[in-house]
């Protein structure tokens, strides 16, 4: 099962790295070619159309927008257009690119930047020395640099969720391909198991011992222990699912817990 899992995560991390370099590679070459080339301004501006309709309509929709694949890649389109129109090295909208790396390393995983910045290097490698050989090898150097930087910052954007409280940093060691978006799902998880276990337990030594309890005033005590944990229960599980699907499933009139009944009393029914 481990096994079938890590395969199933790097399917999914290759399947986010083709789009990636497949779009550097497209952009690169568009701007670059003297007969496609004179058209990249037009690209960028539908390029940023489309990226800021689809935006839009996801929102609209109430989806999550920075995490659907398409919205992504029509992005990393519209910042490579950008970059590419307004002469790659000597653009002044270089340093988007990162930003979109340190983007790629936080929302994905350090795999899916490292592909991006390497297809940037290798690109960008054999025009070293076409202006300035100096100045076009620091550029290169610059994006490297990128790649340990956005580990770091991958590490402390987790830690900083783990003191707000918001996830539960877990040390995956048999997972170390989870994607951040993965990460926080799977510690969300976690943290509702452990918030759960305290009333779930609770509640189970209630209901264990209210047959014993002959003492009316006693049991109506229990009972309302049992009610306020139910509800305590439902809280929860309505947090949960209000922070992973942005919905709250379980609504409707609250339910009142019938009390028990004891032995000499008849069902009104």
């Known amino acids: ?50 990226w800021g309709v689809y935006g839009y309509l996801l929102g609209k929709k109430g989806k999550e927008v920075w995490a659907n694949p398409t919205f992504v ?49 290798i690109l960008f490698s054999f025009n070293i020395g076409e202006v300035d050989l100096t100045y076009d090898f620091l550029v290169v150097l610059s994006l490297l ?20 409280k918001e996830i539960l940093i877990l040390k995956e060691k048999q997972n170390p391909d989870l994607s951040t978006v993965e990460e926080v799902l799977a510690n969300k998880v976690s943290e509702v198991c452990v918030n759960l276990r305290q009333p779930v337990t609770d509640l189970k030594q209630l209901v264990y ?9 006693d049991r109506e005590k229990h009972w309302e222990q049992v009610r306020s944990l139910t509800e305590e229960t ?18 409707g009139p609250k339910t009142a817990v019938p009390a028990p009944r004891t032995a000499g009393e008849s069902d009104p029914t």
């Not at 640099?145 to 707000?164: A, F, G």
């Not at 014993?212 to 005033?217: A, F, H, L, P």
């Open 209 to 217: 011992h209210l047959p014993d309890v002959r003492d009316k005033t």
């Open 73 to 121: 890649f029509l992005g990393e389109a519209a910042i490579l257009l950008l970059v590419g129109a307004t002469g790659w090295f000597f653009s002044p909208f270089f340093f988007v690119l990162y930003l979109y790396s340190f983007f790629l390393a936080l929302m994905y995983t350090p795999a899916v930047s490292t592909a991006f910045v390497l297809t940037l290097v």
């Open 1 to 50: 099962m481990i096994y079938a899992g890590s395969m199933a995560r790097q399917v999914k991390t290759l399947r986010t790295i083709l789009p990636v370099v497949l779009l550097v590679l497209a952009v690169f070459l568009f701007t670059r070619n003297p007969i496609t080339g004179t058209y990249r301004l037009q690209m960028l501006l539908t390029a940023l159309i489309a």
């Open 145 to 164: 640099t990128v790649l340990p930087l956005s580990l770091y910052l991958r590490k402390k954007y987790l830690s900083l969720k783990q003191l707000e």
């Open 234 to 251: 439902i809280r929860i599980i309505n947090g949960f699912e209000k922070q992973a699907t942005g919905r709250q499933l379980m609504s």
